[in-house]
């Protein structure tokens, strides 16, 4: 399975209701924090801000702006690949990202952003 068929498979289903609606429940919140730990770190947060801007990019493109080396760039894209904000596809030794725009739109709707 590549990681564009694993990032479709992991959550097939939304997530939560937003927070206001009423508590979350176990599995709602256990899968939400996962979305939110993916996000919490600073590098992980660019990285997805510079694949969003883009639209596509190459792993290789990304160790210029993140001033990161190529296995740190390959551990974040992981991270974001397994909470399903982002899916990759191989082309050639490199792996060029996406934004799963369905995924950032639920994170929108979980917190009640507009």
Do not use: Y
């Not at 993916?38 to 639209?55: E, M, N, Q």
């Not at 993140?66 to 030794?93: D, M, N």
């Not at 060029?96 to 917190?111: A, D």
Request: a neutral charge.
């Amino acid at each position: 399975m590549n990681s564009a068929e694993r990032a479709l498979t992991v959550h097939p289903e939304p997530c939560c209701a937003p927070l206001a609606d009423g508590p979350l429940s176990e599995l709602e919140s256990t899968r939400f924090a996962a979305i939110l730990g993916a996000l919490a770190d600073p590098v992980r947060l660019r990285l997805l801000s510079i694949i969003a801007a883009t639209g596509e990019v190459c792993s290789c493109d990304l160790e210029a702006p993140l001033h990161r080396s190529q296995p740190t760039i390959s551990h974040h894209t992981r991270v974001l690949a397994e909470a399903g904000l982002i899916v990759g596809t191989r082309r050639g030794k490199w792996t060029w990202w996406q934004i799963v725009p369905e995924r950032l739109s639920e994170v929108c709707r979980i917190l009640g952003a507009a």
